[in-house]
């Protein structure tokens, strides 16, 4: 075999890993980019699920006890990421509530106090009774409705965000990616654990009351 045949072949080989690599890097710059996409999808809609609850623990319909419990874990996951919130948002929050130095707040588990909201509710929601009673007041269905939209929400994009972390993992842990440092210096991706089972008596999203619906699956 010649030379120049040798330096053809080797070319190709050459161009072939290069042109892999390329591949490979490019795939991982967009799982990273999804997994960031579906986080900022998630943190918006743990924010939403937050302001109904606040809203509802204000708006009367509740019980005084039920209302304060709630209104307390409403208030500790908003203020969570408080200092992402939008405007109309900070405006529910209070903004001489806002703690100095908001960003901290990031670094506090997040996933214990959202799941401390979804407990709240749940024990505000525990009896039938209590739920058609909200559901007979007009105010009150508009309110139980839209926390349903809004936890059948959360229960979506925490799904679809812990799916892309998982896919973003597999491809991290390839020999070759690893090998060849792929991933740079983007940080492990790592999935958003809560407590976002569904309450009992809430029904799916758009049920009316004494509907028999059960709850969307997990």
């Not at 042109?19 to 579906?38: F, I, P, Q």
């Not at 937050?50 to 208030?75: F, H, R």
């Not at 990421?81 to 707040?105: F, I, K, Q, R, T």
């Not at 105010?139 to 809004?150: F, K, M, P, Q, R």
Request: hydrophobic share 50%.
């Amino acid at each position: 075999m010649r030379w120049s045949e040798i330096t053809v072949y080797v070319t190709i080989v050459v161009a072939l890993a290069l042109w892999w690599v390329w591949v490979a890097a490019s795939r991982l710059d967009r799982l990273h980019r999804k997994v960031g996409t579906s986080r900022a999808v998630l943190d918006a809609q743990l924010v939403r699920r937050a302001t109904v609850a606040a809203e509802l623990a204000t708006s009367g319909v509740l019980d005084p006890v039920s209302s304060v419990l709630v209104g307390e874990a409403a208030w500790a996951a908003l203020s969570t990421g408080a200092s992402e919130l939008p405007a109309d948002l900070l405006a529910l929050v209070g903004p001489d509530d806002v703690p100095v130095g908001g960003a901290a707040l990031l670094a506090v588990d997040r996933g214990s106090i959202e799941s401390e909201l979804s407990a709240t509710l749940r024990e505000a929601m525990d009896e039938p009774e209590e739920v058609a009673a909200l559901r007979a007041d007009p105010a009150g269905d508009e309110l139980v409705g839209l926390l349903a939209s809004s936890w059948y929400r959360v229960q979506l994009a925490r799904r679809f965000h812990n799916e892309a972390v998982a896919q973003t993992a597999r491809a991290r842990r390839g020999p070759l990616v690893r090998l060849l440092r792929l991933a740079g210096h983007a940080p492990e991706p790592s999935s958003f654990e809560m407590d976002d089972a569904w309450p009992e008596n809430l029904g799916r999203p758009g049920a009316r009351s004494g509907s028999a619906e059960t709850a969307p699956p997990r």
